[in-house]
């Protein structure tokens, strides 16, 4: 943010009488008066101790007393400052400032003695109080870094969006760029939610800036226009002086507005069954949303890749949509490399490398995506150690390693991960995991020393949060009731996660009933039932789960081109598809940010 907390420019003075706690009251040696401002702590605690107990003033005693407790947090002295304060809580002076001070140190104690929810319920000022500008700053900017720390995103903009207004220009730019930054991954429905919010201007202008953004990107014109009206009615916002960056850019991104797009997909041979569920999604949204004007032609990519895309073009596409196949992707890569490709593409699968290019983008049901994607829900959700069980074969490592990667960039820790094969091996797998074999082993040797009269239950860890498990869905009805029966009694229940793969695929409530409690990934569009899923599952009745996915992925594939660019140009840009909330990261991959339910009572429901 501004400045780390333990520094000295955000501080606060106190003083109290050295005898309390056996301290030295030396005299400084060079006989000057020492700050009592409590603007910055410059000085020991020993030395702002001594200057209160001579202290001929009650009000300048106990800026002295709050300047020592300052100097014991920044010196990591926390029980000296906790009794510090505690002793001068009853005769402290009504003096505003020395009131908002001794809050701010005693919520400075709470962080780091008890949690961040303590440390929020204590600072709180009133807001009629009149306070000098340092001491907002330091309010604001501590509050704001609580609210980041507790995963409170909206509640921290508000710290932010305040705290600007009390900082040098340069400063408050920096701080409107995080506050713009941290709108970004906020979903459009969050942020309209919260934008009749009247008691802070400024936060709420930073929301309906973001919400014009998000809600307007794929259509400049219509970006202009409300971006306009915007500043027309907020013409003293921070926003209205300095547009970010990322949206004049989408400002002067030009949009894809094709009329003629084309489909490159294997229509024959043996991957034929694999597209067809694609095809359906492609048509059923050109039906639903697109003009008469716009042609949407298919090409077989079964009878050669190259002559599929050289046909496409020869037939006048405007953008090409596919090819569906790795290796069909890497064969129309190379000839992106020697600037073959003269359309913008949006593939449908993503290889491990590629040159990245603005007109070019990819998008795929990645699993590693969706392993990403939970690590991230994880950590939202407040998990600190989260245990990963996960198939021993391909997909289960790319998962896996895909998940530790980003809990690594959000934590800084490794995940613990597990892997396990099918069989009896899964069953030791979980147990050595949760450590029952090591409590059982135990067991063993003191009923060889004691005897075997002795009567004693197994214990399995306490120190994990989290159980993440990567599977299919015919070794997930084996894994869940091993650690259902794995859990000692004397352990808390640990939240259950698991991925789309786990999915039951039937609608039997016997084996639903299995999984009660346990929180799933997967499509939005999967998470519920409405006249879509309805006519879907009439239509195709022998689809499974997998296939109706591949259905909603070519569907949000061709919703997708007339925003791609803007996307692009704008990353905080999300369109909430039917395969869910996506947006476009600096090298054109589409990422997917999934909904997840929860098996209650037999059924999946929406969280």
């Given amino acids: 943010m501004l400045k780390r907390l333990n520094t000295t420019k955000f501080v606060f003075a106190a003083i109290l009488s050295a005898v309390l706690f056996g301290c030295a009251t030396q005299p400084t040696e060079n006989k000057q008066a020492i700050d009592s401002s409590m603007a910055s702590v410059e000085q020991t605690a020993n030395v702002y101790l001594s ?20 100097a014991y947090i920044n010196d990591g002295n926390f029980v000296a400052a906790s009794k510090l304060l505690t002793s001068m809580k009853a005769d402290l002076q009504s003096d505003l400032s020395i009131q908002a001070e001794y809050i701010y140190l005693s919520a400075r104690v709470a962080e780091n003695t008890s949690s961040d929810a303590d440390a929020l319920a204590i600072l709180r000022y009133p807001s009629q109080w009149k306070l000098p500008q340092w001491q907002r700053v330091s309010y604001h900017q501590y509050k704001a870094r609580l609210y980041n720390q507790t995963k409170q995103p909206i509640d921290e903009l508000r710290q932010l969006s305040l705290l600007s207004l009390y900082l040098p220009q340069q400063q408050a730019f920096e701080v409107n760029d995080t506050i713009w930054r941290t709108l970004q991954p906020l979903h459009e429905e969050t942020i309209k939610s919260f934008m009749g919010d009247r008691s802070n201007p400024t936060f709420s202008g930073w929301l309906q800036l973001a919400y014009i953004a998000k809600h307007y990107a794929v259509d400049p014109s219509q970006l202009v226009r409300y971006l306009g009206e915007w500043q027309q009615a907020n013409p003293n916002h921070p926003g209205a002086a300095k547009l970010p960056s990322d949206l004049e850019q989408a400002l002067n991104a030009k949009p894809f507005k094709p009329q003629n797009i084309a489909v490159l997909l294997p229509l024959t041979g043996r991957r034929a069954s694999v597209a067809e569920p694609i095809r359906q999604g492609l048509i059923a949204s050109y039906m639903a949303a697109f003009e008469d004007n716009v042609e949407l032609n298919f090409f077989d990519t079964n009878l050669g890749v190259e002559q599929a895309y050289q046909a496409a073009i020869a037939a006048g596409a405007e953008f090409v949509i596919g090819p569906l196949l790795p290796s069909a992707v890497e064969e129309l890569q190379a000839l992106n490399e020697q600037d073959l490709l003269t359309v913008p593409q949006l593939y ?16 795929s049901l990645s ?9 991230q829900k994880l950590y939202e959700d407040g998990i600190t150690l989260p245990l990963l069980l996960v198939s021993n074969d391909s997909t289960g490592k790319r998962m896996a390693e895909s998940f530790n990667k980003k809990w690594l960039e959000l934590t800084e820790d490794n995940a613990e991960v597990h892997f396990y094969d099918r069989g009896d091996q899964m069953k030791l797998t979980v147990q050595e995991a949760l450590g029952v ?9 003191i009923k060889e020393l004691i005897g075997n009269n002795i009567e004693a239950d197994f214990r399995s860890r306490r120190d994990i949060d989290a159980i993440y498990m990567i599977s299919a869905a015919k070794d997930l009805v084996l894994l869940k009731p091993f650690l259902d029966v ?7 229940p640990v939240a259950l996660y698991t991925t789309s793969r786990s999915r039951l695929s039937g609608s039997s409530t016997q084996s639903a009933q299995e999984l009660n409690n346990l929180m799933i990934s997967d499509i939005p569009w999967l998470m519920g039932t409405n006249t879509e899923t309805t006519m879907v599952k009439k239509l195709w009745s022998n689809w499974n789960n997998s296939q109706k996915r591949l259905y909603i992925m070519g569907y949000d594939a061709l919703d997708l081109v007339n925003r791609l660019a803007q996307m692009r140009a704008f990353p905080g840009y999300q369109f909430n598809g039917r395969s869910g909330a996506l947006s476009v990261d600096e090298n054109g991959v589409i990422e997917r940010k999934l909904s997840w339910g929860k098996y209650q009572r037999g059924q999946l429901r929406p969280l």
């Fill in 367 to 375: 699993p590693a995506q969706e392993a990403s994607d939970a690590a």
């Fill in 51 to 70: 200057a209160a107990s001579n202290a001929k003033q009650p009000q300048i005693r106990d800026r002295y007393l709050l300047l020592a407790a300052h």
């Fill in 348 to 363: 449908l699968n993503q290889t491990d490398s590629f040159t990245p290019k603005n007109d070019q983008f990819y998008f």
């Fill in 437 to 445: 074999k090591d409590s059982q082993a135990r067991i063993a040797r």
């Fill in 486 to 492: 794995n859990f000692s009694v004397f352990a808390d």
